[in-house]
């Protein structure tokens, strides 16, 4: 079955590190495009990150120098390593799959909770 | 980036359309025919149900359609149905390797 599952979620102190993994199933990571986007409870959601099959990776201005977003292709596995976390940053974080030719997000994982709080 | 604009809410009845708009400009929605559109059940995760302006993934039914003018683009979900009640999600590429979603809208089937 071809699915995304995140985990790592969880609760950090501001200023914290929090690293989340998004094993993939079905498909190889490392000749798609994939991405991390982000929703805050009760908002919308808001792009974070990309990684190309090359493996350059493009941030959000939001998040950038503080969020780096790696793979394992040994283990078909993403991972976004979180930094100097502040309370905006809490929201469900979703891994997901963009087609290679466009900006269609067309597979998501169900979401891992990230809170930062003290 | 700024985010997309859309309307906080949508209606309509069983059986009639409505229109979705998301207003962007130059630099993304007007700039590339890179906009999508999701939908978002309480709960869960989006899915995808427009890509590149107008075009469906395959199990999307036709009754939902995407078209852009300008800086502005819009999603149709014609003949109404109890399960399009959802939040609806715009986005597009906003160049630099960005891309950029907008404020979402819920759409209730009165």
């Known amino acids: 079955e071809v699915q995304l599952v995140e985990s790592g979620g969880g609760l950090v102190q501001p200023g914290g590190s929090l690293r989340l993994s998004c094993a993939a199933s079905?498909?190889?990571?490392?000749?798609?495009?994939m991405t991390w986007v982000r929703q805050a409870p009760g908002k919308g959601l808001e792009w974070v990150s990309v990684?190309?099959?090359?493996?350059?990776?493009y941030y959000a201005d939001s998040v950038k120098g503080r969020f780096t977003l790696s793979r394992d292709d040994s283990k078909n596995t993403l991972y976004l390593q979180m930094n100097s976390l502040r309370a905006e940053d809490t929201a469900i974080y979703y891994c997901?799959?963009?087609?290679?030719?466009?900006?269609?997000?067309?597979?998501w994982g169900q979401g891992t909770l990230v809170t930062v709080s003290s | 980036q700024s985010a997309l604009t859309q309307p906080p809410s949508a209606s309509g009845s069983p059986g009639q359309s409505v229109t979705i708009s998301c207003t962007g400009s130059?630099?993304?929605?007007?700039?590339?025919?890179?906009v999508s559109w999701y939908q978002q059940h309480a709960g869960k995760a989006p899915k995808l149900m427009i890509y590149e302006v107008s075009k469906r993934p395959s199990g999307v039914p036709d009754r939902f359609s995407g078209s852009k003018s300008g800086n502005t683009a819009s999603l149709t979900v014609s003949g109404l149905q109890p399960e399009d009640e959802a939040d609806y999600y715009c986005s597009s590429y906003a160049g630099n390797n960005n891309l950029v979603f907008g404020g979402g809208t819920k759409l209730t089937v009165l």
């Open positions: 997901a799959r963009r087609y290679n030719t466009n900006w269609g997000i067309q597979l």
């Open positions: 079905g498909f190889t990571v490392s000749v798609n495009y």
């Open positions: 130059r630099s993304d929605v007007g700039g590339y025919n890179y």
């Open positions: 990684i190309y099959t090359s493996g350059s990776t």
